[in-house]
């Protein structure tokens, strides 16, 4: 295997949450990359791996045949089918998972987990927060007629297992950024995400339509844009992936913290840790926002290199 330019399949159910951490480490590792989506029959689509044997019929999607992979990379519950299944099919290749893969780590060469999932072992390496696809430094043009100046996005997810998100909710937070305005002569941008609800975006926009640049989800998406231009974050607390790639800012990150349906101690460890590494802070008053600064966090890229050291010693003990 070429250490520097391995060919590298990774692996998603095609969810851009998915793709921004395969994305994100195989960036580091390699220019010599094919995406593979993952498709898989009843019942194995509905059910956790590990209940089911592995077949090459489950597969709907055709797989590439005319080369095999150095290396797969792969996340969430659909993809663990297929990178066990090419482990088991071609034994050489180097198998990394993104996430809980919810079965054994043994059948994997590698698992990154993040730290509030507690999972830990031999081949598992733990990384702050979500990985994913953005870098520290880049510049984007400016095609959204938005003013970086004292630039404050708010960054809105929707209701999950975890988090209740109600009218209520959504109310309290406008009325929180309108606040905000009504301090500062900011500019503010407010983004959706595929969770939010159509009643919350409806309430966005007659709260916050005349005094913000508002995106619900059409074309030509600003959110990368804000990553790199913001001076402040507002992002509700539901999504970890979301906190995790603005962090890559250095800017200050405030958390809306939406009640739980039920405790969550994977949310609850993802916060602390947050919290204590200074990079967020909740947003429970409604005063002005504070400026703060803290190291950016570049996982994909500290992984990356874990992984590479790895490969390197267990290449020279084969």
């Known amino acids: 295997m070429n ?18 951490q395969t994305k994100g480490l195989a960036n580091e590792l390699s220019i010599n990359i094919k995406e593979v989506k993952t498709e898989i029959i009843f019942p194995w689509n509905r059910l956790q791996p590990g209940i089911l044997p592995i077949f090459s019929w ?10 095999i992979p150095d290396v797969v990379i792969s996340c969430g519950r659909k993809s663990v089918y297929l990178s066990v299944y090419l482990k088991k099919k071609y034994p050489n290749i180097i198998n990394i998972h993104i996430q809980n893969p919810k079965i054994s780590s043994k059948n994997f060469t590698y698992v990154i987990a993040p730290n509030h999932d507690s999972l830990f072992g031999e081949n598992v390496i733990n990384s702050t927060g979500a990985i994913h696809h953005f870098k520290k430094f880049k510049k ?56 939010t609800s159509e009643n919350i975006k409806h309430i966005l ?8 640049t508002l995106w619900f989800g059409e074309v030509n998406n600003p959110y990368e844009f804000a990553l790199y231009n913001s001076s402040f974050f507002i992002i509700t607390s539901d999504s970890t992936s979301m906190i995790s790639e603005a962090s890559i800012s250095g800017k200050p990150i405030y958390v809306y913290q939406l009640p739980m349906k039920r405790k969550s101690k994977r949310f609850i460890r993802f916060h602390e840790e947050f919290k204590k590494m200074n990079i967020t802070r909740d947003l429970n008053t409604l005063g002005k926002l504070e ?13 990356a290199g874990i992984i590479k050291k790895r490969i390197i010693k267990r290449n020279n003990e084969s």
Do not use: A
């Open 3 to 20: 250490i520097d330019n391995p060919k590298i399949w990774s692996l998603t159910d095609g969810s851009q949450g998915m793709i921004s």
């Open 205 to 212: 926009k007659k709260e916050l339509n005349s005094i913000s």
């Open 58 to 67: 489950i597969f709907k999607n055709k797989l590439p045949t005319n080369e």
């Open 291 to 303: 400026d703060w600064t803290y190291t950016k966090l570049e996982e994909s890229k500290r992984i």
């Open 140 to 195: 984007l043009k400016n095609h959204y007629k938005i003013s970086t100046k004292n630039l404050i996005t708010c960054i809105v997810g929707g209701e999950n297992n975890h988090y209740n998100f109600s009218i209520e909710n959504t109310l309290d937070l406008c009325k929180r950024i309108k606040n905000l305005k009504n301090h500062k002569n900011d500019e503010i941008l407010v983004l959706t995400s595929r969770r």
